[in-house]
Structure formats: C-alpha cells, structure tokens
C-alpha cells in the first residue's frame, strides 16, 4: 500500500460556516464546485465572498481550485419610485471587508438557506425540477432595517423580494460561465402595498483579477491592477489583470446582461442597457466618484442616476461622451486601478411599451446575468485587451447567452462514463460502463454516441501555480464507432472486454478497459475518460464532448498492501529535505509537503521524528 502523508507545519481550522456580524441565518459557504468555475453564492444578494474566509473558500476562481481569483464582491441593485420617493436597494457597496454594514441591503428569512439541486441523475442533489448540472435557489429581501441586530444605514425600503437561481454547467464548452437569474415581486413594506415606478435592475461588482497564491488579497496594491472595459454589443462590462501578476493569471472576468422580461417586443434591449463605472470608494473625483447616497438628481448624481449610465449628471455626462479624444473606455481598458462596475437596465416596460409599474403581489420583474471568466486567447502582451485575445470570453459569454435564449437547455454532450480505476505498482487500470451509448440529446431527442477519449497528465504537473488543469491533461487514446464518415472509425476492438466486469459491492456492469503500464510509482497523475457525440450539423455545432473533469480520477500510483512481513518497507525521499521540488510552492505550500510509503501492510502505525 502505497501511502502519502502531507506535512502540514502549521493548520488553521475553519468552520463549515462563517458568520460575519453573527447574523446566524446567513449561509455563506455555498460555492458552485460543478463545471470549472467556483462562484460564492449567498442568501443575502451578494456573490463572491470578499476573501473573508480565504483560503479555505474561492470567491470567484478559474480555473477551479487554482488559486486565481476574479471577484471581490458584488450583488444585485434594484431602484425605482415610490409614493415619489426614489431610492435603491443595494446588495453591496464599495467595502474594504465583505462584512454586513452600510450597503448590504438585503436579508434573509429566521431559518433560511439555499436549496442546491442537480439535473444529473447520479448526483446525491438530483430533482426532476432542476435546471442545470448545478442549481443554487434561495431569496432575501429588503425590507429589515437590521441585520444580525446591526442597523442598516441610510437604508430605505422599497418593499421587494428577489428570488434568486443560480445555473451552472459541467460541459467543455459551457463550464466557465454561471447564470444568476433574478425574480423581482413587490411585497410591500409596513402596510404600503404602492406599486414601484420607473424601476432599474442592475449588477454592481467589485472585481479583482488575481493569482492569490503569488499575491495573497492584502493590502490596497493587492486591489489596484485591474483594467476594465465593456462591450456594448455583447451587453458585458469586463476586466483583466494588467500588471498585477503577469504571466500567472492571464484571464478576463465578464459580467454579462443576458436578458429581462418585461420589456416592449419589439425592443433590443442593447438600447437601454446603461454601464458606469467609478474608483473604489472615491468621494472626490468630479466624474469616477462613488456614489454616497440613493437620489442626487441635481448634483453629482446617487446610485439611482448611476444606474441611468451616468458618471455626472450636472452637466450630464457618461462613459461614452463623444467628444472625449481618446475615448474613457480605451483609457479604462489600459490603465490598471481598483474600480466598481455597475451594468443595469431600464426603465421597465410592458410587453405594449407602455410604462411598467410593479404591483403588489401581482407582478414579478426578471432579469438575468451571467459571470463569465475565460483565459486570455494568444500569447500577446498581458497589458493589451484586443477583441482577439478575448476570444475565449466573447465564446463563453454567446454560450451563455444561447443557454438563455433557449430556456437554458444547451446541446448535450453524452453523459460522461462511468469510470472505475484500479491501481498497481507501476500500472493503472482504467475500466468504465456503457452508460453514455444510451444519452439523449435534449435538442435533437436523438442517440448521436459516437466514441471515447482518454486522458492522462504528465508526472508532477499538477504542480506549477497557474495551469488549467484541462491544460494539462494529454489524450493517450480515441476510439469511436465505424462505419460512418465521423471521427476515424476505429472500432472498439481495442478496449471492449469479451464479457462485462464486476467489483464487490458495485452493481455497474463495466465494458471497456485501459491499460496504462510503465507509470512511475509515488507520482501523482489524473486520468479521465469521456464520451463525444457525432455532432449536429442542423444547428451548425461540432462533435460535443463530456466532460474531461467530470469522472477525473487523481490517483498516485504504487504498490497495493503487501502482508508478507518479509517484504521490506520504504520511504522516499529520505531524507526529506523541505522546499524541493516536489512540494510545489505558493500559499499552499504547506498543504503540498509530502512523504511516500511503499509495501505497507493493510493495519499498521506510523511514527515520524
């Protein structure tokens, strides 16, 4: 038996949920682990989680589990009018710590929580009812003037729920992307069941682009690197790592305006999509200044004016004032500083384009985003944003959209094998069902199951700081269906086994078998097989594949246990000597010290001195 011990000098204990302020119905550990992306997700309006309990949990990283982060905070804002009140509901504000205090807005119900639920039949979470690979459900609302017994400055309620979806996806073309699909009802404050007029909905985040395991999120030089920019075409704000850790993070964050309902039906909803942008908590600047109060219609302007697209509004002035040689977007999107983006919509309109006012009970306002984060494409400059190094984004962010439009089906991919490993020294098996020959496609309704692939990492390579683990896994093998003129009709000769194989305690017939010999005892590799499709050419798509991580398997490969007291036991290496190598380096280094047994008997003690 092979067995590893991590070294870890010094271990910090963390709860299963922190508390800021105590506010004890507050879940806050919630972060979407399906798919390549991991977004925290709260019952009280805010994604990202500020970096409060990093590292123990990602606020918003991809790729997942890599350290390299893209959003401090951010959360819904909903404005409108009132008995001629005007003010706006904010689930965070401009913050140097994601703690409850002015700005954070919205509150959950005594007891409260979010509901998580799976379309995928293997998953613990599966419901019929549920939407994605990966769904989050739960809803706040605005009306306590406190929260956790804290009061809530400066808060005036309008009186609105929002219930809150979360779709993620586990797909190799749709697993860097999460979809927040918000619900808006008025449910009245103290008695005041008035209707809200001239509404806006709009998504404010605070994003950071970072690889936390070169700098960790301390200090205001951690915050300041970020260059921003928004595509008004695709309805995206975005951002990028400008010369904060080049060469370590290389990604682009996107928030994206996916769609709204009510709206006229002849609109294009690009028309009244409104961006703004301003420096993080500045009080100064006549044009980047943050907002301090609800309504300021004559002066600098409040958050409502700011949801209007404005940067000033005496004189009237926004991000895309023609006049201004050279333009503030190309200026934002090369000079780095820590920035508040605001993307919103509105005024609301009925479907006949006449005025829309929220009723009490009876109407429900929707509006849809995604977060959408992608590598940089080519290997240009990190400093330079081109359309062509977003490549990758403006991809992730239409397969967003189309999710959207097509009532967030998308074209699937067969169900990924499943796959059972089987470890030697010096040799691991693979061996997996047959289960992905009998998928569906949710568009077509038909089988279109053409073949397999396999996967394999090189020895070690999980080590380095910045690489996607989809980056790092190699194809060893591709066999697919003959007879056809897709793919290279190989057969399955190869690898199907003469007669199905059982384990103990596993009822799955297994059909398939792969053999990886001559692999190097007391390294780590991860292995994956998947299923791919024969595409759809009636929909102009390409042969779709499950995905890679979906039943990865890290295994390191060594001797099973041995019982013979003969046999000698070893370490490796020894002596151990700290910083080599094989520990990898960065924040987490501790966690990656290690030593290696081999010929273990299966009960034994082990002692270290």
Not at 59 to 83: A, M, R
Request: glycine share 8%; proline share 6%.
């Amino acid at each position: 038996l092979l067995f590893i011990l991590s070294l870890c000098f010094l271990i910090f204990s963390s709860a299963a949920f922190y508390y800021p302020s105590g506010i004890q119905d507050d879940v806050n550990n919630k972060y979407t682990n399906v798919g390549n992306i991991s977004l925290t997700v709260t019952n009280y309006g805010t994604i990202g989680n500020g970096f409060v309990n990093f590292p123990n949990q990602p606020s918003c990283q991809y790729p997942k589990g890599l350290g390299i982060e893209n959003l401090f905070i951010g959360g819904i804002w909903i404005g409108g009018v009132k008995d001629g009140i005007t003010s706006v509901s904010t689930a965070a504000v401009d913050v140097s710590t994601a703690n409850r205090t002015e700005g954070f807005e919205f509150t959950n119900a005594d007891g409260s929580g979010i509901l998580e639920r799976s379309s995928l039949q293997n998953s613990p979470n599966f419901r019929p009812d549920a939407v994605s690979h990966q769904d989050f459900v739960t809803e706040f609302f605005d009306t306590n003037l406190t929260a956790g017994g804290t009061v809530i400055v400066n808060h005036i309620p309008m009186g609105v729920k929002v219930l809150l979806e979360t779709y993620c996806y586990d797909f190799n073309f749709a697993n860097n992307w999460v979809i927040l699909n918000y619900k808006i009802v008025n449910i009245g404050y103290r008695g005041n069941t008035s209707p809200i007029d001239s509404i806006y909905a709009g998504l404010w985040c605070d994003g950071v682009v970072r690889n936390t395991n070169i700098t960790p999120p301390v200090g205001s030089s951690f915050y300041n690197k970020g260059a921003d920019g928004f595509d008004s075409t695709l309805r995206m704000a975005y951002e990028y790592d400008y010369n904060g850790d080049p060469g370590f993070t290389d990604t682009y964050v996107g928030f994206k305006l996916l769609g709204i309902n009510p709206k006229p039906v002849n609109e294009n909803i690009n028309s009244k999509t409104k961006f703004t942008i301003w420096q993080f908590r500045n009080t100064t600047d006549p044009l980047y200044f943050s907002p301090q109060v609800d309504n300021d219609p004559s002066s600098l302007g409040g958050k409502y004016q700011k949801m209007h697209g404005y940067l000033s509004v005496n004189p009237p002035d926004s991000i895309n004032n023609p006049t201004v040689i050279p333009s503030r977007l190309d200026v934002l999107r090369h000079s780095p500083s820590n920035r508040s983006t605001l993307l919103s919509y509105g005024p609301f309109q009925k479907q006949n384009g006449e005025r829309f006012s929220l009723r009490y009970i009876q109407d429900t306002l929707n509006v849809v985003y995604s977060v959408v984060c992608a590598k940089k494409f080519s290997t240009d400059p990190t400093t330079w944003d081109s359309s062509y190094q977003r490549t990758n984004l403006n991809v992730s962010a239409d397969w967003s959209q189309r999710a959207f439009d097509n009532g967030y089906k998308l074209p699937s991919p067969p169900d990924p094998p499943k796959v059972r490993a089987v470890i030697s020294s010096n040799n691991v098996a693979l061996y997996w069902a047959a289960n992905s020959e009998r998928s569906v496609d949710p568009i077509s309704n038909i089988q279109d199951f053409e073949g397999y692939r396999i996967y394999r990492t090189n020895a070690g390579a999980d080590l380095t700081l910045n690489q996607n683990l989809l980056d790092l896994m190699n194809i060893v093998g591709e066999f697919d269906s003959t007879n056809n003129n897709i793919s290279n009709n190989t057969g399955f000769n190869f690898i199907k086994l003469p007669e199905a194989k059982y384990f103990d305690g596993d009822t799955t017939p297994y059909w398939y078998k792969f053999d990886f010999p001559d692999q190097l005892n007391g390294f780590q590799y991860v292995y994956s097989v998947t299923a791919f499709d024969k595409g759809d050419i009636s929909q102009n798509l390409e042969s779709l594949e499950s995905s890679i991580l979906g039943n990865s398997q890290r295994i390191v490969v060594g001797t099973p246990a041995n019982d013979n007291e003969s046999a000698e036991i070893g370490v490796y290496p020894n002596p151990y000597y700290g910083s080599a190598l094989w520990d990898g380096s960065g924040n987490k280094k501790e966690l990656l010290r290690k030593i290696y047994f081999y010929n273990l008997p299966s009960n034994c003690q082990i002692t270290i001195w």
